[in-house]
């Protein structure tokens, strides 16, 4: 993008014409869309980065920022199906499916974090509901420690190592919108052991670049709502796979957005803290980023070394430690026991609602170029 171009003149304010009603109504609601996207990533930056919370309201402002999107559109079609504008929403479209079978990889790795979720449970249960605490409860307790440390381990396929032999996904009935939707893979297979969410993340990422100012003019501003569309689907998938174990995690994806866009600081400034935290040193080898699964890896690990130093008959100090350090445990497992399957029905509903945006654009625009 030429350093020269200038959003503020060109793409929110003014474009050097007398304005009529219809002008002043698109530049309202394109003002009011970067405004609302800004003030959704500025929220984002006084959160808890990269938590579950967290990647829900995240995914909140994905939703929020496509409805807000499909609206304009739906307000302005007739100039969607104008050139340039018509190529940049149908790639917005075709970009967007991309995002499928990332949605199917994280399902998959919330599937993982459930089964570690059970192996914590296991550990509490065993030394935590018990009156007096013997060898056979801390020899439960040890083996599902070993089987949780086994099934953390930073293997390229181990995000699929629970549901690799599943077919399935998030259309509960893959035959329900066969008419319409048959020609989507993901809504019947999930992905494959080839799959890489490395380069998947590429392929979304290819073509992402800021309108030039001719652009912009000659489309009124509707440049700038598709490249911010982008730019907001690039995020959330590139954050998703930061957050959640998956096939193949890497985040080397290019991610640059002009500074005078309203939302470009707190977008980046999220962009840059979650790369700090990749490279940290006790999150590098990592299965992902999420708050939630860096506290697992604590609490098994102090759990591990306290079961280690155990000896029988257990002292009452020891004793009080261990009842102690359940009682974290449980902090732990509870979070995720009612954190998971929210956040599985919200990454589902994103999966839907790109099916439906995609086709329904697509749909509009095939009217348009037969009426024509």
Same mark, same amino acid.
């Given at each position: 993008?030429?350093?020269?171009? *200038?959003?503020?003149?060109?793409?929110?304010?003014?474009? /050097?014409?007398?304005? *009529?009603?219809?002008?002043?109504?698109?530049?309202?609601?394109?003002?009011?869309?970067?405004?609302?996207?800004? &003030?959704?990533? !500025?929220?984002?930056?006084? *959160? *808890? $980065?990269?938590?579950?919370?967290?990647?829900?309201?995240?995914? %909140?402002?994905?939703?929020?920022?496509?409805?807000?999107?499909?609206?304009?559109?739906? #307000?302005?079609?007739?100039?969607?199906?104008?050139?340039? !504008?018509?190529?940049?929403?149908?790639?917005?479209?075709? @970009?967007?499916?991309?995002?499928?079978?990332?949605?199917?990889?994280?399902? %998959?790795?919330?599937?993982?974090?459930?089964?570690?979720?059970?192996?914590?449970?296991?550990?509490?249960?065993?030394?935590?509901?018990?009156?007096?605490?013997?060898? /056979?409860?801390?020899?439960?307790?040890?083996?599902?420690?070993?089987?949780?440390?086994?099934?953390?381990? %930073?293997?390229? &396929?181990?995000?699929?190592? =629970?549901?690799? +032999?599943?077919?399935?996904?998030?259309? @509960?009935?893959? #035959?329900?919108?066969?008419? #319409? !939707? /048959?020609?989507?893979?993901?809504?019947?297979?999930?992905?494959?052991?080839?799959?890489?969410?490395? @380069?998947? !993340?590429?392929?979304?990422?290819?073509?992402?670049?800021?309108? @030039?100012? #001719?652009?912009?003019?000659?489309?009124?501003?509707?440049?700038?709502?598709?490249?911010?569309?982008?730019?907001?689907?690039?995020?959330?998938?590139?954050?998703?796979?930061?957050?959640?174990?998956?096939?193949?995690?890497?985040?080397?994806?290019?991610?640059?957005?002009?500074?005078?866009?309203?939302?470009?600081?707190?977008?980046?400034?999220? +962009?840059?803290?979650?790369?700090?935290?990749?490279?940290?040193?006790?999150?590098?080898?990592?299965?992902?980023?999420?708050?939630?699964? +860096?506290?697992?890896?604590?609490?098994?690990?102090?759990?591990?070394?306290?079961? &280690?130093?155990?000896?029988?008959?257990?002292?009452?100090?020891?004793?009080?430690?261990?009842?102690?350090?359940?009682?974290?445990?449980?902090?732990?497992?509870?979070?995720?026991?009612?954190? $998971?399957?929210?956040?599985?029905?919200?990454?589902? &509903?994103?999966?839907?609602?790109? =099916?439906?945006?995609?086709?329904?654009?697509?749909?509009?625009?095939?009217?348009?170029?037969?009426?024509?």
């Amino acid at each position: 993008m030429p350093a020269t171009t *200038d959003y503020s003149a060109t793409g929110f304010s003014h474009f /050097g014409r007398p304005m *009529d009603g219809h002008a002043d109504s698109l530049e309202a609601e394109l003002e009011s869309f970067h405004r609302n996207l800004a &003030d959704r990533f !500025l929220d984002l930056c006084s *959160d *808890d $980065l990269l938590s579950v919370p967290w990647i829900q309201k995240l995914l %909140d402002a994905f939703l929020s920022c496509q409805d807000d999107f499909r609206s304009i559109l739906f #307000n302005h079609r007739s100039m969607v199906f104008r050139a340039p !504008l018509d190529r940049m929403v149908s790639d917005y479209f075709e @970009r967007s499916v991309k995002g499928l079978d990332v949605c199917n990889a994280i399902r %998959d790795g919330i599937e993982q974090i459930r089964q570690w979720q059970k192996l914590l449970e296991i550990v509490h249960v065993a030394l935590g509901n018990q009156r007096s605490l013997g060898e /056979g409860q801390f020899r439960r307790a040890k083996k599902a420690l070993i089987d949780l440390a086994i099934g953390m381990l %930073d293997d390229k &396929d181990s995000a699929a190592a =629970v549901t690799s +032999h599943r077919n399935r996904s998030f259309g @509960r009935n893959p #035959n329900s919108n066969a008419r #319409n !939707l /048959g020609h989507f893979r993901s809504l019947s297979w999930s992905v494959s052991r080839s799959w890489s969410a490395a @380069r998947q !993340l590429q392929a979304i990422a290819t073509n992402v670049a800021a309108p @030039r100012a #001719n652009e912009v003019v000659a489309t009124s501003g509707l440049a700038v709502a598709v490249y911010a569309a982008n730019s907001v689907l690039l995020f959330a998938m590139w954050a998703l796979v930061a957050a959640i174990p998956c096939q193949d995690r890497g985040l080397q994806v290019h991610f640059s957005v002009p500074r005078q866009l309203p939302w470009a600081g707190p977008m980046m400034a999220l +962009h840059e803290k979650i790369m700090e935290e990749s490279k940290r040193r006790d999150r590098r080898n990592s299965c992902g980023l999420l708050k939630e699964i +860096h506290e697992i890896e604590k609490c098994s690990r102090v759990m591990s070394e306290l079961c &280690d130093s155990v000896s029988f008959p257990i002292s009452e100090e020891k004793e009080k430690e261990v009842r102690q350090r359940v009682q974290e445990l449980s902090i732990i497992v509870e979070a995720l026991r009612y954190g $998971l399957d929210p956040l599985e029905r919200q990454v589902r &509903d994103v999966f839907h609602r790109i =099916v439906r945006s995609r086709t329904e654009g697509l749909d509009s625009l095939g009217r348009a170029n037969y009426s024509e």
